[in-house]
């Protein structure tokens, strides 16, 4: 067998289709020719990437998410989308976080240098009849 | 997933679907989730886009279960809808998305995107034998690769591809030939001008 002979019949060997005879012939080629081992090896490779395609475990929401589209007019929020809108609110909320230990922060650092705590009595607050009174006279 | 309900005949659970009952739907979904996943995985190569097709591919099939009148089998049906979807998903992302496909040339740019993955403007650098083997199937005609990923991902007789097809044994067995003959060409081409050098 040469090398023509050897490419032609490369998927018939791997899928063990190939007779007794030219499976011989082909072995000894390839023990002999390493540019066709080569070759046979890598298009060997390429064919074992399907048996690796063919695990599937799907996600454990995934009947979830089919029965909530159904349910929205056929509009499906893939896993993907859930993810990110999760991912979307935990980012937020970190924010809000951060952002609220900053501001208080700087209010504390700002507005009262002392750094004390103001409390509800402290401040004065204009009593809420007076605005009844203010609008009834308007 | 199908071991699990060797008791649910698929007709009774489409009837009682047709007749409003959800749960039904979800035992449908369950026992064919995994093989429409292959299938769809088998056109667009990435699992995570394949997962998604396949969940329009099960919304698709509540939508149009009326529509079942049962001369096939239920799998058949299905399966040829998975097909279908799979089909329009990569015209349609054909069109819509640039893909760089390997170098005819060894200087250039020998990166290619999945479809859903191009979204993200990185470009995705897979193994040289997904990306051969992904290559060589973007390559097919439609129905050698529709025969072949019948075969080859969901593992189906020719004759449950040419029902599925809605062709006969003979042309099933004559488009698989054709398509391992092309991918053998294919992925040789492929290590000709990118491994061998």
Not at chain 1, 128 to 134: D, M
Not at chain 2, 73 to 78: K, M
Not at chain 2, 128 to 157: G, S, V, W
Request: net charge negative; proline share 2%.
């Amino acid at each position: 067998m040469n090398c023509k002979d050897t490419h032609r019949n490369i998927f018939d060997y791997l899928d063990g289709v190939l007779d007794e005879h030219g499976t011989t012939e082909m072995e000894s080629h390839l023990a002999l020719c390493s540019d066709c081992s080569s070759r046979v090896s890598f298009i060997r490779s390429g064919l074992d990437v399907i048996s690796v395609d063919r695990r599937v475990e799907p996600d454990s929401e995934f009947i979830g998410s089919v029965m909530s589209g159904i349910q929205s007019a056929g509009r499906v929020i893939s896993l993907r989308e859930r993810f990110i809108s999760v991912a979307s609110a935990a980012a937020i909320v970190l924010v809000a976080v951060f952002a609220g230990t900053n501001l208080g922060r700087l209010a504390t650092s700002g507005q009262n240098s002392e750094g004390t705590v103001l409390y509800a009595e402290d401040v004065y607050f204009e009593p809420i009849e007076s605005f009844f009174l203010l609008n009834d006279q308007e | 997933m199908t071991k699990l309900f060797p008791d649910h005949d698929d007709r009774l659970l489409v009837d009682a679907v047709k007749s409003g009952n959800k749960d039904s739907f979800a035992l449908l979904v369950a026992k064919y989730r995994e093989s429409v996943i292959r299938i769809c995985r088998g056109y667009v190569g990435s699992y995570e886009d394949a997962e998604d097709l396949a969940q329009e591919v099960f919304v698709e099939l509540f939508r149009s279960i009326s529509k079942f009148r049962g001369d096939s089998r239920f799998s058949t049906w299905l399966y040829r809808l998975a097909v279908n979807k799979s089909l329009n998903y990569l015209r349609y992302h054909k069109k819509r998305f640039r893909v760089y496909r390997s170098s005819e040339s060894a200087g250039e740019e020998s990166l290619i995107n999945s479809p859903g993955e191009a979204e993200s403007d990185a470009p995705v650098v897979e193994s040289d034998h997904r990306r051969a083997l992904r290559e060589a199937l973007d390559k097919l005609p439609e129905n050698q690769r529709t025969a072949f990923i019948l075969n080859k991902y969901e593992e189906l007789p020719y004759n449950d591809v040419a029902a599925v097809m809605a062709t006969t044994l003979s042309t099933v067995e004559s488009l698989i030939f054709r398509a391992r003959q092309n991918l053998q060409k294919y992925l040789s081409d492929y290590y000709e001008k990118n491994i061998r050098g």
